[in-house]
């Protein structure tokens, strides 16, 4: 019975964990097979023992990279029973709260209590969901309380992983903390606003165009400004809606389509284009816009509607016109003068009437020209008069021309400031008087002759 007591005793101490024990082959012819078949079933469990060992050193492994992974990338591991309302929560959710680190057991309840108030009727939405069976999944962003009281971003994702009677018993998933993401969206979207906002103020539409400057494509606002709905434009060029009045040879338009040739930016590019309803003035900007490997795509631009500009330049330019056609008729010369009372611009009869070239009178104020027969007092107060920003009329004064003639000159101006009320010099005409002075002092001559 020696062999059979030798079984029994290996056996036992195989089970308290001797795996490399084995059996003795038995002399006995009948016990050989049982022997060779416990050996087996010894050496078996001994490479299964040690599968297990390799197994659970993976998983701890595994774990540990995990964890690690989890908290590089501020996220953690939560469950939720929904029969219980228990919530598991893995340690980084204590890291991110910047809580003691750990294992968090908390319920829903509780849980609630941390989410947002306008994210919170989300949330509850979304377990009520998963708790009745009608989603196996989630996947939201929501804001919780820190342990700072500071709002972060929560990006949550998980799954149902354990049902009874087609309703959820347990769900696990991740969390991550995306608060600098969330944070990144919020500048660039406040960032395109801002954009958006300065950009409708400058601009009345914008607009896309291929390397060919065909329309690609234009904002709907083309039609509330011009009355022509955004598709009639597609796939023409600036040539193409160009006014019949415009030259597109000329210069201006040769110089932008070098420009866009040559995919530079280009601004303030001005010109008349048809419509179906009619001529309207425009100012164009534009950009190209390249790949990330290098090649053009488009070139982008803005639009701003002048129409009613051009008419104002117009009918200013017409009323300058009519101001300096009465001004030649009543006068002799125009003059301007900056805030200091130097003079910056004169018409060209000055030269004429007044003796002295428009190159000399830039620059200076009226008492640094040459002039006779004015007294300090009269200086004094002609002067006193501008620093108060009055306007002066008739003011005369005498000249001694290039020739050495005696002239004599009359001026009157009226101060001028700008929009905000702030004064920016004068302006006035002035006339030559010596004829009128010469016949007067013949008449005075001739009427004491007569005495």
Known sequence: MRPIADLANVAERCGRGERTLRVRPSRLTELAPTVAAFNGMADRVDKLIADIAVREADLRDSKSRLDETLTVSAAFIWEVNFVT???????????????????????????????????????DSMAVAMAAGEREDCVMEIRVRSGSGEWIWLHTRGRVIELADSTAVVARGIGMDVTARKRA?????????????????????????????????????????????????????????????DDTSGDEWQARQRARERREPYRDFRYRFRLPRGEFWISNNGVPRYGADGVFLVYRGTTTHITAQKRAEQSLTESEARFRALTALSSDWYWEQDENFRFVALSPGVAESAGISIAAHIGKTRWELPCVGVSEEQWAAHRAALARHEPFRHFEFRRISERGDTIWLETSGVPVFDEAGCFTGYCGVGRNLTEGKRLEERLRQANEGLE
Do not use: N, Y
Not at 211 to 228: F, H
């Open 85 to 123: 309302r228990r919530i598991k929560l893995g340690e980084g959710w204590a890291a991110l709260l910047g809580l003691t680190p750990g294992e968090t057991l908390t319920t829903m309840d509780e849980w609630a209590g941390l989410v947002h108030p306008e994210d919170r009727a989300r949330a």
């Open 185 to 245: 969206e919020s500048a660039l979207a406040e960032s395109d606003t801002r954009f958006l906002d300065i950009a409708s103020v400058s601009a009345d539409w914008f607009w896309e165009s291929d390397a060919e400057g065909r329309l690609t494509w234009i904002s709907d606002a083309v039609e509330r400004i011009t009355g022509t709905p955004a598709q009639w434009f597609l796939g023409k060029r600036a040539q193409d809606l160009a006014a019949a009045t």
